[in-house]
């Protein structure tokens, strides 16, 4: 199974930017597509944005459009998530997901999912 590891989660101020990294233990991400999900305390958990295995499409939750971008670096087996202009409600545990068939913002795709890293938007 493709083991997922995401990073980059921390504490930051309303406004602030980081970037989260999702390293993948297979011996490549190019055939999988991509997505970034999050979980706040009592919410559902929903999509944040996915990417297609060739890079060049992406979608993205109408909350985050214009100020998160998603990216991945094939060669190094690593997806991105830059967040800027963060606000309070961006606050979550993120998860990165790889599905082998099947692209988008539902969950269905998604076969592997990682172990997520909290940001919190104070």
């Known amino acids: 199974d493709v083991q997922l590891v995401e990073s980059g989660g921390g504490s930051v101020q309303a406004g602030g930017s980081l970037r989260l990294s999702c390293a993948a233990s297979?011996?490549?991400?190019?055939?999988?597509?991509m997505g970034w999900f999050r979980q706040a305390p009592g919410k559902e958990r929903e999509a944040v944005a996915s990417?297609?295995?060739?890079?060049?499409?992406?979608d993205y939750a109408d909350s985050v459009v214009g100020r998160f971008a998603i990216s991945r670096d094939n060669a190094k087996n690593t997806v991105y998530l830059q967040m800027n202009s963060l606000k309070p409600e961006d606050t979550a545990m993120y998860y990165c997901?790889?599905?082998?068939?099947?692209?988008?913002?539902?969950?269905?795709?998604?076969?592997?999912w990682g172990q997520g890293t909290q940001v919190t938007v104070s």
């Open positions: 990417i297609v295995s060739g890079g060049y499409s992406t």
């Open positions: 997901a790889a599905a082998p068939v099947g692209c988008g913002l539902q969950s269905q795709p998604y076969a592997y």
């Open positions: 297979v011996y490549t991400i190019r055939p999988y597509c």
